[in-house]
């Protein structure tokens, strides 16, 4: 069965402040590793991952991937209010039924 | 979203009563899921369509049922809904296993 294992659960830190949101996987026949944000509503798409060692960065937002141990980071620089929301990292696999198997995200809140 | 719309947006029903979600594309992908969401137990796949007439289960399938006429549309039915399928559930589009995934906004369904 696969499974995506996403740390902490619950983060709060204050404005300005750099996080660092972990996500583990075991999965049947990798593919990519997402990360959305999802606030009150759907989840946004933020990066795909698929190889190694390639950092995606968009603004203060940042991830890698490391296949060999199986994790991935999400990182924020001198975050905002904004920023808060719940963060997830999801894995599409070969192994079992089809789409995204998501862990259960970090809620990530950011005080002023 | 752009693309995709869910309807209704809430919904309010009895406890076996047959009830139909609706999610309807304009990207034209093959693609479409639909998905739960729950405390504590995070977003869960229940069914997907890889083409028209084409569908298969995924992780909490049961009571569950779906249909895909159209590539445009894909239908979520509860043939008698119970407390226990009360959450958000979402839909969602991609063009190919392993790409982005969009999210459609969401319907809030309570059993009652």
């Known amino acids: 069965e696969d499974k995506v294992v996403q740390s902490p659960l619950s983060l709060v830190v204050h404005e300005g402040d750099t996080v660092t949101l972990n996500c583990s996987y075991e999965?049947?026949?990798?593919?990519?590793l997402l990360w959305y944000k999802q606030e009150k509503k759907a989840p946004t798409f933020l990066f795909m991952l698929?190889?190694?060692?390639i950092e995606k960065k968009s603004g203060r937002l940042s991830s890698i991937l490391d296949k060999k141990e199986l994790f991935s980071i999400l990182n924020i620089t001198a975050t905002q209010t904004g920023d808060s929301a719940v963060y997830l990292c999801?894995?599409?696999?070969?192994?079992?039924?089809?789409?995204?198997?998501f862990g259960k995200g970090t809620h990530l809140i950011i005080q002023p | 979203d752009a693309g995709i719309t869910q309807s209704p947006r809430h919904k309010v029903t009895e406890t076996g009563t047959p009830v139909t979600l609706r999610c309807h594309q304009t990207?034209?992908?093959?693609?479409m899921y639909w998905y739960r969401q729950d405390p504590g137990h995070g977003l869960r796949l229940i069914h997907y369509?890889?083409?028209?007439?084409?569908?298969d289960k995924g992780e909490v399938s049961d009571g569950y049922s779906v249909s895909r006429s159209k590539t445009e549309d894909f239908l979520l039915t509860l043939e008698s809904a119970t407390s226990s399928q009360t959450s958000v559930y979402f839909c969602?589009?991609?063009?190919?296993?392993?790409?982005?995934?969009?999210f459609g906004s969401g319907t809030r369904l309570t059993v009652v």
């Open positions: 999965v049947t026949n990798f593919r990519s």
């Open positions: 969602a589009i991609s063009e190919d296993r392993g790409s982005g995934y969009t």
């Open positions: 369509s890889y083409g028209v007439k084409d569908t």
């Open positions: 990207e034209n992908h093959r693609y």
């Open positions: 999801a894995v599409v696999s070969g192994g079992g039924a089809d789409g995204l198997t």
């Open positions: 698929t190889s190694s060692g």
